[in-house]
């Protein structure tokens, strides 16, 4: 079993549409759950971070971690086909090189 | 530009060749990581520097992989005798103390062994 499963999809959804994306882990040590956005043949794009259980707002975007689950979420509002990428949550332990360990990333697609 | 870059952006090469490739973190970022990332798979860790020292290698790094960080400024990834198992996005990220897991990542080096 690998550490943090995310299913790959791919996903396609109308504009518009609230997209909801989610990843789950295994070791209960990881303290920090980031979501990055990526290109095609680009380096990933760091959406946003989160310590810890909790939500955080960022614009149309919501991130979720619930550490008793083990279970995080982003949700996009209003999906724009500028939104269409791969998103990838990343997980990282506090303290050492804080080295991030990703899931495999679910393709999006928005239609417009 | 101030974000992270590297060099090159692709890379052909015959398998049994060595190739190097540099990144150049984001001025301020005492951190540097390097990671592999091929088809259809997320990112996976293979080194770190804080400055200068390469603190943590993961065992995916084999012996024919060697990388430097000299004056804690820009880092290189050597590949010895490259194998086709070695084509993959070779990329880089930085970060500071202050931002610890804030990792910004630069456009990747594509590698391709034939």
């Known amino acids: 079993q690998k550490e943090v499963e995310q299913d790959p999809g791919p996903l396609s959804v109308p504009e518009g549409a609230i997209v909801s994306l989610n990843c789950t882990y295994s070791?209960?040590?990881?303290?920090?759950f980031m979501w990055y956005r990526q290109y095609s043949r680009k380096g990933p794009e760091l959406l946003m971070y989160?310590?810890?259980?909790g939500n955080k707002e960022d614009g149309r975007f919501t991130a979720q971690v619930d550490k008793s689950s083990k279970y995080i979420s982003l949700f996009i509002r209003d999906s724009q086909p500028s939104d269409s990428a791969t998103y990838l949550c990343?997980?990282?332990?506090?303290?050492?090189?804080?080295?991030?360990?990703f899931g495999k990333g679910m393709k999006l697609t928005v239609n417009p | 530009d101030t974000g992270v870059s590297q060099d090159p952006r692709h890379k052909i090469t015959k398998r049994g060749q060595n190739v190097t490739f540099r990144c150049d973190p984001i001025?301020?970022?005492?951190?540097l990581y390097w990671y592999r990332q091929t088809l259809g798979q997320g990112p996976e860790f293979l080194t770190y520097?804080?400055?200068?020292?390469?603190?943590?290698k993961s065992r995916l790094l084999s012996d024919r992989f060697s990388a430097e960080r000299p004056k804690g400024s820009f880092s290189t990834l050597e590949i010895q005798r490259t194998e086709q198992g070695d084509s993959a996005m070779y990329l880089c990220?930085?970060?500071?103390?202050?931002?610890?897991?804030?990792?910004?990542f630069g456009p990747g080096t594509r590698l391709t062994v034939t």
């Open positions: 990220a930085s970060s500071s103390d202050r931002g610890l897991y804030e990792q910004y």
């Open positions: 070791n209960s040590a990881f303290q920090y």
């Open positions: 989160t310590y810890s259980s």
């Open positions: 990343a997980m990282s332990f506090q303290g050492g090189s804080e080295k991030l360990v």
């Open positions: 001025s301020e970022h005492n951190r």
């Open positions: 520097f804080q400055n200068e020292a390469q603190l943590e």
